[in-house]
């Protein structure tokens, strides 16, 4: 709890001390350390300040100020009341003192560290290096687009690392730079890990030019040190650390290089007792350094202000013009005239310096920047650059670049059939096995074909397919690490803006081959709204790696020969329509231009084998994870609705199917499918493969295959590839856009345009066969 909620007359042992800079130190030093006992001598609730007595001394806190103090009462009540207390509700009613002292101790001892970073500079690498996560890595801006929280220890300490989105700034632009920003300012985390590509500094520091300013605990981790010493740099990275008042400490996500070092540094930080730390003041020149003094005398009238925010950043950022800081004080007493002061102020700076103060402040960051760096960074050789950018004068080139690009696609899908044909029949042999095996084992009864059809049939009908999976998950990440996904990207730009997307919308889409889910979720980094809306809608077109199964069943038996091409051609209409629907969308839901905007080309990098095997891993996993969850309650549910009711003796097979539940049940959808060249069998499992993709095929595993034609084979494969995203895309869509009605109506759009596409299909396929 607070030191603030510590009633008159209580007493407590004091955890830590939260906050920034002078204050901390001060506070520090007047005797709030953790371990420390204190007593809450006068605290009457809407009296300011607050009297405390520590170490024997009287000392008087402002309510704000007490608030940044973490303690562990000594009443039980209240110890096991406080939030996340490690005690138990059955803690006996009086502790000793020295019981609350080592709790204190303990949780003093848990450090929350905040990893903040451009997009690109290695935190997720780091977050999972550290914590032992498989969170996803990327080689483009906007993986991370939630902070994920885990653990990992050092010594007798315990840090809970928070993995943040990556910013290039802490304005209040973007959706990422608010949620980094108020992570800061509202969770106010132990210390900040600043990491920072120290292979491409000048940009990486121009946001710890921001951190700086915010004057909180940090420690700069030089990350990718490794490359720096291949090319034959150097970082003096000593002189570093007092140049900018906080430590920075060279590492290196990828090979584990420097950790130890990097969080000896934050626990010497969090303890107060690193020498580099002090408060650095960037010099924004005469002109605005006079305004910036007299915005603090302005800010010094309000009472209630945040004690957690320095006044000079405040001041920074009212003359700077930020939209939320403008929000903040307008909303304190007194805010209005401090605003007003405001306009004065910058308006005569401007009329000085001749530029707007945004400017002016950003020029000066960079200014501080470029300093620092000429004193400690050496540079070695820039061939890592140059050789980037050779490749990306083939990979962009105006020509070459798109068939480059479809040629990669093709391959892609050449890989994931032809590789995967090998250990698919590996598999399909143990699966046959194992069904002979048990049913050879089992009494026969409904029991054993529940056992034989119902599970081995549906559940192991999917499971073949996960070498194909896999190979295409290996695909997608090498493009992702390997940074070529940016610039595919980049070369579909401008194909994007004739869709009124952008190049930035691409990303979620190619991610979408692999699953819609993550892919819905990587949208959030899309600026427009629009956009973003239209980037999610259109999503579920880009055929998933669970319709995979679908078309490899199919292809393989009623296209050999041409099994790549029919995959290239579907996964192609999937994006032809997509296009097209982005477009409808565009123009009848989303008006409004979009800005303009940079798109990022970060270097080429040789993906570690371990960090593309740990992705297909992970894929595997959760398509294993799939299988024993719905697709095999799906299997047992088709398989008890096509088993009864029981038929009579003496029954054809083919009729005692019909009779049965799920007969039934497609026999009356069947008349809405007809056109499209569906019989009653295919009808079910639509149905079924409403939850699940892979669920179309383990029902066909339990069915058994319809009468297909060539044509009727097409025109469900494209009927597959449309209607209806599954369960968790919906959500997805619906939680992203903040209304089920999104989520709505991408099920209803999906499934009239799937309806319309696969009769077109199926109708021109039949007029073909009969006139050619
Ligand atoms: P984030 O956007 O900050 O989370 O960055 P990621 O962790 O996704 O990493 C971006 C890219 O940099 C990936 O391709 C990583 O493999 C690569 N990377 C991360 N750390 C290092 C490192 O220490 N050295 C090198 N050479 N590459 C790294
Ligand atoms: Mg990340």
């Known amino acids: 709890m607070k030191l603030s909620e510590l009633n008159t007359g209580e007493k407590g042992v004091i955890v830590k001390v939260t906050g920034r800079g002078m204050f901390r130190k001060r506070i520090m030093e007047m005797g709030f350390i953790g371990g420390e006992e204190v007593l809450s001598v006068r605290n009457a609730p809407l009296n300011d300040p607050v009297h405390y007595k520590v170490m024997g001394y009287d000392v008087s806190l402002r309510r704000s100020e007490a608030e940044l103090i973490e303690v562990l009462p000594f009443s039980a009540n209240a110890a096991t009341g406080a939030d996340n207390a490690k005690a138990p509700n059955t803690q006996p009613l009086t502790l000793s003192s020295n019981d609350v002292r080592t709790m204190a101790r303990e949780r003093g001892h848990t450090i929350n560290v905040a990893l903040v970073g451009n997009p690109n500079s290695g935190k997720t690498t780091m977050f999972n290096l550290l914590t032992g996560a498989h969170e996803h890595v990327g080689n483009y801006s906007g993986v991370t687009v939630d902070a994920r929280c885990g653990i990992f220890r050092q010594g007798d300490y315990t840090f809970r690392i ?22 800061l300012e509202d969770e106010h985390p132990d210390v900040i890990v600043n990491i920072v590509d120290a292979s491409n500094p000048e940009r990486n520091f121009y946001l710890t030019s921001q951190l700086i300013d915010m004057d909180m605990p940090m420690v700069v981790a030089l990350n990718m040190f490794d490359t720096v010493q291949r090319s034959g740099g150097s970082i003096d990275y000593k002189s570093l650390s007092h140049l900018i008042g906080a430590p920075a400490v060279p590492v290196s996500g990828r090979s584990s290089l420097g950790m130890k070092e990097l969080f000896e540094a934050v626990i010497r930080v969090y303890e107060g007792s690193e020498p580099s730390l002090r408060h650095i003041h960037i010099n924004y020149g005469e002109e605005l350094e006079e305004g910036i003094t007299h915005m603090r005398r302005a800010l010094k009238k309000i009472e209630h202000i945040d004690r957690h925010i320095s006044k000079r950043l405040i001041a920074i950022r009212l003359l700077e013009k930020d939209a939320d800081t403008e929000l903040f004080i307008k909303s304190l007493p007194g805010g209005d005239i401090v605003l007003e002061e405001r306009d004065e102020h910058s308006a005569y700076v401007e009329s000085i310096i001749r530029e707007d103060v945004e400017t002016a402040v950003a020029d000066a960051r960079y200014g501080f920047v470029s300093g620092a760096l000429l004193e400690t960074f050496r540079r070695g ?137 993550p892919a819905i979720m990587a949208s959030r980094t899309i600026e427009s709204r629009s956009s973003r809306m239209v980037t999610m809608l259109i999503n579920p077109l880009m055929s998933c790696s669970a319709r995979l199964p679908v078309y490899l069943l199919l292809v393989g038996t009623f296209f050999p020969g041409r099994e790549g091409f029919v995959l290239f051609a579907l996964y192609a209409s999937g994006i032809a329509l997509a296009v097209v629907m982005a477009r409808l969308f565009k123009k009848i839901l989303f008006k409004g231009e979009d800005l303009p905007f940079v798109m990022e080309l970060p270097p080429y990098r040789l993906p570690t084998l371990r960090s593309v095997l740990v992705h297909v891993w992970e894929k595997g996993k959760q398509y294993l994870r799939k299988m024993g969850g719905v697709i095999l309650v799906a299997s047992i549910v088709i398989w008890f609705l096509g088993y009864f009711p029981l038929q009579p003796e003496g029954a054809t097979e083919a009729a005692m199917e019909e009779n049965s539940y799920i007969g039934r049940l497609g026999k009356f959808i069947e008349p809405a499918l007809a056109p499209l060249g569906f019989d009653w069998k295919m009808s079910v499992c639509l149905l079924g493969g409403m939850a699940a993709k892979e669920v179309v095929v383990s029902t066909l595993g339990v069915l058994g295959m319809p009468e297909f034609t060539a044509t009727a084979a097409l025109s469900f494969m494209f009927f597959v590839l449309i209607y209806f995203p599954c369960i968790a895309t919906i959500t997805a869509i619906s939680s992203e856009a903040g209304s089920w009605k999104w989520g709505a109506f991408a099920v209803v759009y999906t499934c009239m345009l799937a309806w319309i596409v696969s009769a077109l299909v199926y109708n021109i396929g039949v007029w073909i066969g009969c006139s050619g």
């Open 162 to 183: 928070f993995d943040l989105p990556g910013t290039y700034s802490l304005s209040s632009y973007s959706p990422e730079e608010r949620y980094v920003r108020s992570h």
């Open 381 to 517: 050789d820039i061939g890592k650059r140059e050789y980037s950018k050779a490749i990306d004068i083939v990979v962009t080139h105006r020509l070459l670049g798109f068939p480059i690009f479809l040629l990669f696609m093709w391959i892609m899908f050449e890989a994931t059939f032809r590789f995967g044909a090998l250990p698919m029949q590996w598999i399909e042999t143990g699966v046959t096995w194992l069904g002979d095996f048990i049913g050879r084992i089992m009494p026969g009864g409904p029991l054993r074909d529940l056992a034989v059809d119902g599970i081995i049939g549906g559940v192991g009908g999917v499971l073949v397919f996960l070498p194909n999976i896999l190979i295409l998950y290996l695909f997608i990440s090498f493009m992702e690490d390997s940074g070529y996904m940016a610039r595919a990207a980049f070369i579909m730009d401008k194909i994007m803006h004739k869709m009124g997307l952008h190049g930035k919308s691409f990303i979620p889409l190619v991610m979408g081959f692999g699953c819609n889910v």
